[in-house]
């Protein structure tokens, strides 16, 4: 089956400094990557995704880059702001059944 | 538009005990998922349902939890019996087919003492 890694697990930034994390996958058939942020105590919700066929997308200050070749997508976050600080997720899902594979997160603090 | 709702929010039992969680996805959603989150971890897939066949669900622990989906709408998750290493949070979450966004609903909290 399917195989996220994430990393790293912790990050800390400045307020307005750029923020960047990595996530590899294992299966070479997976073509939708979402990346889920998570607050303390709430529910992920999802803030961009990518499919295969793109190999970069942007949504304000936050992008995401895939490299189908090497097998890994990035999230970018830039011009960071304290309500950024949260939990996020990267995730893979594998084509035929659609399984959505979870990193372990990546717990991103903004300070100010 | 009403999100994805569980119940209950948190919930404590002994072990041994059973124990159900509750799932209305968002209205017209034909895919359903439910997962396990441990603390510090990313969810894990239990089931995935499909209206309402259950199409995945080879991480569901047959021996003690079961999933139903009557109608092809709300869903319920069952531990039974619950033991001390259930205590997680469960999250469903619902889409509108496989492979598209998956909207999460708030969690049920289980702590199994």
């Known amino acids: 089956g399917e195989n996220v890694e994430q990393h790293p697990s912790t990050l800390s930034v400045q307020e307005g400094d750029s923020a960047v994390i990595k996530c590899t996958y294992s299966?070479?058939?997976?073509?939708?990557f979402p990346w889920y942020k998570q607050e303390l105590g709430k529910r992920p919700q999802l803030i961009i995704d990518?499919?295969?066929?793109?190999g970069e997308k942007k949504d304000q200050r936050i992008a995401v880059t895939l490299n189908k070749t090497a097998k890994h997508f990035s999230l970018h976050i830039t011009e960071t702001q304290p309500e950024d600080s949260a939990v996020y997720f990267c995730?893979?899902?594998?084509?035929?059944?659609?399984?959505?594979?979870f990193g372990k997160g990546t717990l991103l603090t903004v300070n100010p | 538009e009403a999100g994805v709702v569980q119940s209950p929010r948190y919930k404590i039992i002994e072990k041994k005990q059973p124990v159900a969680f509750w799932c209305n996805p968002i209205?017209?959603?034909?895919?359903l998922y439910w997962y396990l989150q441990n603390l510090g971890q990313g969810p894990e897939l239990l089931i995935r349902?499909?209206?309402?066949?259950?199409?995945?669900d080879s991480q569901l622990p047959k021996d003690r939890f079961s999933a139903e989906r009557l109608k092809g709408v709300d869903s319920t998750l069952k531990i039974q019996p619950a033991e001390l290493g259930d205590s997680a949070v469960y999250l469903c979450?619902?889409?509108?087919?496989?492979?598209?966004?998956?909207?999460f609903g708030q969690g049920t909290r289980l702590t199994v003492v």
């Open positions: 979450a619902s889409s509108q087919a496989a492979n598209t966004e998956a909207f």
């Open positions: 209205s017209g959603h034909n895919t």
């Open positions: 990518i499919r295969s066929n793109v």
């Open positions: 349902y499909e209206n309402e066949e259950a199409v995945d």
């Open positions: 995730a893979a899902s594998e084509v035929g059944n659609y399984k959505l594979t």
């Open positions: 299966d070479s058939a997976s073509n939708y």
